[in-house]
């Protein structure tokens, strides 16, 4: 079963749509424009369409910043493996069942011991924001299965 902890973020389509629109349009006006017209260099003059031009790269390299943070963040089991993401700038982890020593929840932190005495922390619900529904549901199936 797979839980959703926060799903992907539209910043970055929205900032790329907007400046790729704002590229062809002040472009394209440009473009009509040099056709017939020269380009008068004293501010404000023609600097209008250039800015625009200009505005629109910049949504889309910042666009590059929001890609690192869309990440799906998600708590998935299976027949075999537990798979995790529930920080934005970490992996997918995948976890053997098997390999799984005790599950506790405490102070809202799910802990998993492992049979290697390793301590992991899938997720901190006082870091993320979700319905008490699903808090409750995904506790419950992870606690089950150890059970």
Not at 14 to 31: D, H, K, N
Not at 66 to 78: P, Q
Not at 94 to 117: G, H, M, P, R
Request: hydrophobic share 40%; charged share 25%; aromatic share 12%.
């Amino acid at each position: 079963m797979k839980y959703l902890i926060k799903k992907r973020s539209l910043k970055a389509p929205i900032f790329i749509a907007t400046g790729i629109f704002l590229v062809f349009s002040f472009g394209y006006q440009l473009y009509k424009y040099l056709q017939t017209n020269q380009f008068i260099y004293n501010f404000p003059g023609d600097w209008d369409k250039p800015l625009g031009i200009t505005v629109g790269l910049f949504l889309i390299i910042r666009a590059i910043k929001f890609i690192g943070e869309s990440k799906e963040l998600f708590i998935k089991t299976s027949d075999n493996y537990l798979e995790y993401r529930t920080n934005p700038s970490d992996s997918i982890r995948k976890i053997t069942l098997s390999n799984i020593e005790k599950i506790q929840v405490k102070n809202e932190k799910i802990i998993i011991l492992t049979k290697d005495a390793t301590k992991l922390i899938v997720v901190d619900f006082n870091k993320v924001r979700m319905r008490d529904t699903d808090i409750a549901s995904i506790k419950k199936s992870l606690i089950e299965l150890k059970k």
